[in-house]
């Protein structure tokens, strides 16, 4: 799956890259965030950290 995402992103130039960069930042940061305050992820982080991601790289690709 990680696979298939860098090779779509790669098709879209350097606006795909730096979204799936934005992407993976939101997500790691998150993931730790989540795991020093809750010992884990639930479904409720998990569907905030879809609509992060998706803010994150609409802001990264309209500043760019």
Same mark, same amino acid.
């Given at each position: 799956a990680?696979?298939?995402?860098?090779?779509?992103?790669?098709g879209?130039?350097?606006?795909? !890259?730096? /979204? #799936? +960069?934005?992407?993976?930042?939101v997500?790691? &940061?998150?993931?730790? *965030?989540?795991?020093?305050?809750l010992?884990?992820c639930?479904?409720?982080? !998990?569907? /905030? #950290? +879809?609509?992060?991601?998706?803010?994150a790289? &609409?802001?990264?690709l *309209?500043?760019?």
């Amino acid at each position: 799956a990680v696979a298939a995402a860098v090779l779509l992103s790669l098709g879209f130039g350097w606006r795909g !890259a730096r /979204a #799936l +960069v934005v992407a993976a930042l939101v997500f790691w &940061l998150w993931r730790r *965030a989540c795991m020093q305050r809750l010992d884990g992820c639930t479904g409720d982080t !998990a569907g /905030a #950290l +879809v609509e992060m991601v998706e803010a994150a790289v &609409l802001a990264a690709l *309209a500043a760019g």
